[in-house]
């Protein structure tokens, strides 16, 4: 999968991708990034990239010549009529990062990990100009309800948010969480298997608590349940603590389900 990540500041992502999952994936082939400095696609000897808006108001606004022609330079065509935008390939979005897009959620992730190829514009200052939002980004996305700098950060988190998805990028990591589960996920048409089945799919719910050794730590002690060795009753307590986790950290992700707690 290829990520191209559009910026006025490449020099951040150095740190973001060459750490943990993200920098083995890059070393296995599993992703490609490019960084795309915006200030090569501006044409003035000061390398301008943002203007006042009209209208007046605060602040500078990301210009859409450069972010246009940058996107435009990495996909080979044009981009931002009817015709060209339908025909941009159905495996390759370009996100725009921004405090005025539609929550980035595990869903989104998931679908963005089918995708071939993700172009990210990070923007800055108060924002874009929105014909950028109109006519070049296939998706607005926002991390959540809070404001930021820029879009680099988001653009780091979502990158990894997907590479996790990608079949190998996790590795042994996968192996043992799969291992773990596997006795659970072949009972799938019982409902201790069918509750686990769903719980780590990741349907609306918080992770469950994890603990590891010592098995008492200061007098805090680890539930018997999951040093028991019965895998049917370790399934049952941690889909009852996601719930219960669920309902006090994040209700907001409970409100439409159904099951009893």
Not at 85 to 108: H, M, N, Y
Not at 118 to 144: K, M, N, P, Q, W
Not at 177 to 199: D, V
């Amino acid at each position: 999968m290829r990520f191209d990540l559009i910026t006025i500041f490449p020099e951040f992502f150095a740190g973001p991708l060459e750490h943990g999952i993200v920098r083995r994936a890059r070393e296995a082939g599993i992703i490609h990034v490019n960084v795309q400095d915006l200030r090569e696609f501006t044409k003035d000897r000061h390398r301008t990239v943002d203007d006042r808006p009209f209208g007046g108001g605060e602040g500078m606004v990301l210009k859409p010549e450069p972010l246009f022609e940058a996107a435009e330079s990495l996909l080979g065509h044009s981009v931002g009529n009817a015709a060209t935008k339908s025909a941009l390939d159905a495996k390759t979005a370009i996100v725009l990062l921004s405090a005025a897009g539609k929550r980035f959620t595990q869903e989104t992730a998931r679908r963005y990990a089918g995708l071939d190829r993700i172009l990210f514009v990070c923007g800055r200052y108060e924002g874009v100009d929105e014909r950028v939002a109109e006519h070049l980004a296939t998706e607005e996305i926002s991390i959540g309800d809070f404001v930021l700098s820029g879009g680099e950060l988001p653009a780091a988190l979502v990158l990894d948010a997907v590479t996790r998805l990608l079949p190998g990028a996790l590795g042994n990591e996968a192996s043992s969480q799969n291992e773990s589960f596997s006795l659970l996920e072949r009972a799938e048409k019982s409902q201790t298997g069918a509750l686990h089945k769903a719980l780590s799919h990741g349907r609306s719910l918080l992770d469950f608590p994890h603990y590891t050794r010592p098995a008492d730590y200061r007098g805090w002690k680890v539930p018997e349940v999951l040093i028991g060795g019965n895998h049917a009753e370790v399934a049952k307590w941690r889909h009852r603590m996601a719930l219960e986790k669920t309902l006090r950290n994040r209700p907001d992700l409970y409100h439409d389900r159904k099951e009893p707690v």
